[in-house]
């Protein structure tokens, strides 16, 4: 097992009513940033479900000189309506 000694909490940058789920994330990563997988370790959506991504033994791709000794989670959200930097998170998230 490698050695992880932090935790680094990502938001989605999802505005506030659109959605971008675990799949269609992890997709984006894939297809659009030429990722082997999604760079998190943890995708957590607005009704709290956590979804898996990488295992913990992999290194993530989500926060560069970073990765080989964090684990990467991001929370589905992070900018209002109107595409303004916010806390969004919901109460099932933040449980």
Do not use: W
Not at 31 to 39: E, L, S, Y
Not at 45 to 67: F, P, V, Y
């Amino acid at each position: 097992m490698r050695k992880i000694t932090l935790i680094i909490i990502h938001c989605s940058a999802t505005p506030e009513g659109r959605n971008l789920d675990f799949e269609t994330c992890r997709h984006d990563h894939i297809h659009h940033r030429g990722f082997k997988d999604i760079g998190y370790h943890f995708y957590i959506t607005r009704d709290g479900g956590i979804h898996r991504g990488r295992s913990l033994e992999r290194i993530g791709a989500h926060c560069k000189n970073h990765n080989r000794h964090s684990v990467g989670i991001c929370y589905q959200g992070g900018l209002s309506a109107g595409g303004i930097p916010a806390d969004t998170r919901t109460l099932e998230q933040k449980a």
